[in-house]
């Protein structure tokens, strides 16, 4: 990991979610930030370990005049479980990627007081494009779907070290 992909996140185990890292950027005043805290994992409760899983915990500045979180908000977490997942996937570094394209369709009206986990998989890779899809679901055991997603996410441009 480079030293500038290293000042986007920090990777720790988060004592409250156990086998869950924290999320977090080491910058609180980017967009991230908003979103509150974060976590991250490989699979695991049943879910294949193909797939990232990113949680958020709403927060009443998440909310929406329905009391609900809002759509701006999921798509929010959206985008930015994207770059989790290229994290928890081991796709190289994503801290200069950027989302080309994201498609949401609601399914849901996401509730306040229970986290919302995004689940994402990649659906195919080359060497500059990740092609990704997901849920977003919540509830428990994650059984109720809120919003599906497809993206495309141009990877970060290889970055030089000193070695080369």
Known sequence: ??????????????????GWNIWQLNHSDCYNSFLGKMV????????????????????????????AVHGGTMMGFIDCSLFAAMRVLELGPSGYAVTL???????????????????VEITRETGRFLFMRGLVVQGAEGKDNMASFTAIVKKAPHQKTDLQ
Not at 101 to 119: C, I, K, N, V, Y
Request: net charge negative.
């Open 1 to 18: 990991m480079t030293e500038a992909e290293r000042n986007f996140v920090i990777t720790d185990p988060d004592p409250d979610n156990p």
């Open 40 to 67: 991250v994992r490989r699979g695991g409760d049943g879910v294949g370990e193909n797939i990232a899983r990113v949680r958020m915990f709403p927060e009443r500045k998440h909310r929406n005049l329905g009391d």
């Open 101 to 119: 394209e994201l498609q949401t369709h609601f399914l849901g009206s996401a509730r306040m007081d229970e986290p919302l986990e995004a689940q």
